[in-house]
């Protein structure tokens, strides 16, 4: 990787407007946490609003909710077959109005939940590629440091075989 290229995105992974050699820049990223925990920063922005979605996405989406709302609506159609005739009678209009709006109102809910949760994925993944970039330049920086020492001890390899041949002649 081009040198400049490596400290543009190390100073852009430190979110640094200072003038740094690439070793400074390589030290500053290894000694500073580049990691955030979402979780815990979408805890601390979270709105009444944002809880009350939450809950009732939550709860809508259990079991307990469909087979309770199941319930309800078996009892509400027994009972206005055979008990309560002019209340709601046969085709259950009132019933229909009342699964319409629920639905109507829940909806929103629900994907104001969802966007909620879009985002904090969203910046889960920019966390995770900042947190694969600054190990890829670790692991470039640390390849070449091996490279490095690869060549001087095939120098001092070499330096002792000439001594050795030097000796023996």
Not at 125 to 142: A, F, G, M, T
Request: aromatic share 8%; charged share 30%.
């Amino acid at each position: 990787m081009d040198k400049n290229k490596k400290k543009e995105i190390v100073k852009i992974l430190l979110k640094s407007k200072e003038n740094y050699d690439e070793e400074e820049l390589m030290e500053l990223l290894f000694d500073q946490p580049i990691a955030v925990d979402v979780d815990k920063m979408d805890k601390i922005n979270l709105k009444l609003s944002d809880k009350i979605a939450d809950k009732i996405t939550k709860f809508t989406g259990s079991w307990f909710f469909i087979i309770g709302f199941t319930l309800f609506l078996l009892i509400w159609v027994i009972l206005n077959l055979y008990l309560w005739d002019d209340v709601d009678p046969y085709p259950f209009i009132l019933l229909n109005l009342l699964l319409s709006c629920i639905a109507a109102l829940q909806a929103p809910v629900i994907m104001m939940s969802q966007n909620r949760q879009a985002k904090k994925d969203s910046l889960r993944n920019q966390n995770d590629y900042r947190i694969d970039l600054k190990s890829e330049l670790i692991l470039e920086q640390l390849h070449d440091r091996i490279e490095t020492i690869i060549a001087n001890q095939r120098k001092i390899l070499k330096a002792i075989e000439k001594d050795e041949d030097d000796l023996t002649n």
